[in-house]
């Protein structure tokens, strides 16, 4: 069970936009910068989105980040097949000593 | 280009201790910038947040895990590894190792390819 809970799949048409929810407490995401990670499969994850909102070069404005209270979003406009991937948010708890914690993973399948 | 490279023993026994080393390329574990991390991954489930190490040697683990991981640096290899003790086949994982930029991002920027450790008699 993890600390950060994430749908655990979404899905939506090419072209289309999806968006994944990330959801926490005061202590984790309401409290501290939220990040969002893309691992395509057989891959290592890769950076997607820091400090809730910000694209590290190279990523393309499609994917945008949000956040709000104890929850962040993760949206994707544009889909196209290469977005197939699993996305995990992750972020800073700080609940009883200080520790990074990651959602459970939302697989995308662009139908 | 930063480069990590996970490298170690694919099969581990259970009861006994898993060890394995990232080396660093194109950046220095010596850096004040960065925490060295390792996290892991069961086949087919989520990503688990096991621990860093900063340049000083100062660590912070996982609780969960904390009571098993060691993880060092030497900063004259340019390496940093991972030390988990009486595994059992719950430790199955591919294992990453990957940096954290401790001011922007923020975040886990480069990451190993990941290697797969099985525990299994």
């Known amino acids: 069970q993890s600390v950060l809970t994430q749908p655990p799949s979404v899905s939506a048409a090419p072209g289309q936009k999806v968006t994944i929810s990330c959801s926490g407490s005061?202590?984790?995401?309401?409290?501290?910068?939220v990040s969002w990670y893309q691992q395509l499969p057989g891959t290592a994850p890769k950076l997607l989105i820091y400090?809730?909102?910000k694209r590290p070069s190279g990523i393309p404005d499609r994917f945008s980040g949000s956040k709000s209270g104890t929850s962040a979003t993760l949206g994707i406009t544009g889909l196209q097949t290469g977005d197939e991937a699993d996305y995990y948010c992750?972020?800073?708890?700080?609940?009883?000593?200080?520790?990074?914690?990651f959602g459970g993973g939302t697989k995308l399948t662009v139908l | 280009q930063v480069q990590l490279q996970e490298s170690g023993p694919g099969l581990v026994k259970p009861s006994e201790t898993l060890s394995l080393t990232c080396t660093v390329s194109g950046g220095s574990v010596s850096s004040g910038s960065y925490y060295w991390s390792w996290i892991r991954q069961p086949p087919g489930k989520g990503l688990e947040w096991i621990g860093y190490?900063?340049?000083?040697?100062?660590?912070n683990y996982n609780p969960s895990l904390k009571s098993r991981v060691t993880i060092s640096v030497d900063t004259s290899k340019n390496q940093f590894s991972l030390k988990l003790s009486s595994v059992t086949a719950a430790d199955t994982a591919v294992y990453y190792c990957?940096?954290?930029?401790?001011?922007?991002?923020?975040?886990?920027?480069?990451w190993g390819q990941g290697t797969l450790v099985t525990v299994s008699s």
């Open positions: 005061s202590s984790n995401i309401g409290n501290n910068y």
């Open positions: 990957a940096r954290y930029v401790t001011m922007i991002p923020g975040a886990w920027d480069y």
């Open positions: 190490i900063y340049y000083s040697g100062s660590t």
């Open positions: 400090e809730n909102n």
């Open positions: 992750g972020t800073w708890d700080s609940s009883l000593s200080v520790l990074w914690v």
